[in-house]
């Protein structure tokens, strides 16, 4: 007689973190037998890049920055980290790329993903041809974006693939008095877009002085990717981007080819305006993100019911929409009894289905996601007669986060 041990085979992965992986579209020049334009790639490390011919070499043969993203992307958000990736023309406008009427380009992004990405970044190298006109000092075509960019959220939400966007704030006015207000934009109110106007001010004097007024789009979106959903970018124990080692955001900019030194007295300002920038301490070392704006105001109403006016609030509510429906889902079409007076709903099915999303909210909790939840199935739902529509409602309580520490120090002559 024998004992006979065997190694099992493994179910479908666990390994990783579902809330980092991202997309990144990036204008671009294609290379023949490797990177296609229009094409979907799924990349792990800078070396899947390069293995597609976008290497340093492609971003100074073609006056582009796209390789620089991507790196930028795993230094914060770390090799193995799923990243899908597309290049796009040159000579189509940026607004109507993310419009995307056809399906051919953020759009075939997301379908191919089959909803993996939760966050999406929009790199801008236009044509050579390209001349840029201006709305209150920002290119019009970023401001028009933002709203495309908007709907193109409205169209992953509607299909169940719901993602944050940031959008690469390229070429913009240094007076921060001059730049519009991200966060009262006429008619837009722009909850899942962020406008990135940061750059590593040394990097981009190395470059071709047509790209020097770029943004390091890929720098932010590698942070969103590290951070958990509730987590402000801005998170001073977690989130320093400057990495002495690699001469990487030694000093910091913003997209005018400006220090961030230079313009000190204006932070305020932009912050205020709903800007991403990166700045930095008195007597704390590295470069940190100023907040996790959205091209929003900040909207809470009398009964305490707030939008999404933060990347991590946009995160946070995208991943609950997601663990929900998928929780809810296979519940579809199950048969349920009611009440035989009422024709409703039971008090057993209502505490069932307010236990489904409870258990949802119960895990990010524990997570450290949220800091409470509490689901609410209508007891008034009919599900006798069509569309035999389950009602149910869920709120949730965010994380706070410290936007500022106020103190006072007193000298006494005793304690």
């Not at 939840?373 to 008034?380: C, V």
Request: proline letters at 5%; glycine letters at 8%; aromatic letters at 8%.
């Amino acid at each position: 007689m024998s004992v006979v041990i065997t190694v099992g085979k493994p179910g479908p992965s666990i390994i990783g973190n579902s809330d980092a992986v991202s997309g990144i579209v990036a204008q671009g020049v294609a290379v023949v037998g490797k990177a296609a334009i229009g094409k979907v790639y799924e990349l792990y490390q800078p070396e899947d890049a390069e293995a597609l011919g976008i290497d340093a070499d492609y971003d100074t043969t073609n006056k582009v920055v796209v390789y620089r993203h991507i790196t930028e992307f795993y230094r914060l958000a770390g090799k193995g980290t799923k990243l899908f990736f597309m290049l796009v023309p040159q000579n189509v406008t940026f607004p109507n790329i993310i419009e995307d009427a056809m399906a051919i380009y953020p759009r075939k992004l997301l379908i191919e993903a089959k909803g993996e990405i939760r966050q999406l970044a929009f790199a801008f190298n236009p044509a050579p041809t390209y001349i840029p006109t201006f709305t209150t000092e920002v290119e019009s075509d970023l401001l028009l974006a933002i709203g495309e960019a908007q709907a193109l959220y409205e169209y992953s939400a509607q299909t169940f693939r719901p993602v944050s966007i940031i959008i690469e704030g390229r070429n913009i006015n240094e007076t921060a008095a001059n730049l519009p207000n991200l966060r009262d934009l006429e008619g837009l109110e722009a909850t899942k877009v962020s406008f990135c106007i940061a750059q590593d001010y040394a990097y981009a004097g190395s470059l071709d002085v047509s790209n020097r007024k770029f943004a390091d789009v890929g720098t932010l979106l590698g942070t969103v990717a590290k951070c958990d959903v509730a987590q402000n970018i801005g998170d001073h124990t977690a989130n320093n981007i400057s990495n002495a080692t690699k001469s990487v955001f030694i000093t910091a900019g913003i997209s005018s080819h400006t220090t961030i030194a230079a313009i000190e007295s204006q932070w305020a300002t932009l912050d205020a305006k709903g800007y991403i920038f990166a700045s930095y301490e008195s007597g704390y070392d590295g470069h940190y993100w100023n907040n996790d704006h959205v091209c929003a105001p900040i909207v809470i109403d009398a009964d305490g019911i707030m939008n999404e006016h933060s990347i991590s609030l946009g995160r946070t509510t995208d991943k609950l929409k997601r663990l929900l429906r998928a929780a809810l889902l296979p519940k579809v079409k199950t048969k349920q009894p009611v009440d035989t007076q009422t024709g409703k709903l039971p008090v057993g099915v209502v505490k069932y289905f307010d236990s489904l999303g409870d258990t949802i909210m119960k895990q990010m909790e524990t997570k450290e996601e949220i800091s409470g939840g509490k689901t609410y199935t209508d007891p008034n739902s009919d599900l006798i007669t069509p569309p035999k529509t389950l009602n149910v409602a869920f709120s949730f309580v965010p994380y706070g986060q410290i936007g500022e520490i106020k103190g006072v120090i007193n000298i006494k002559n005793q304690l």
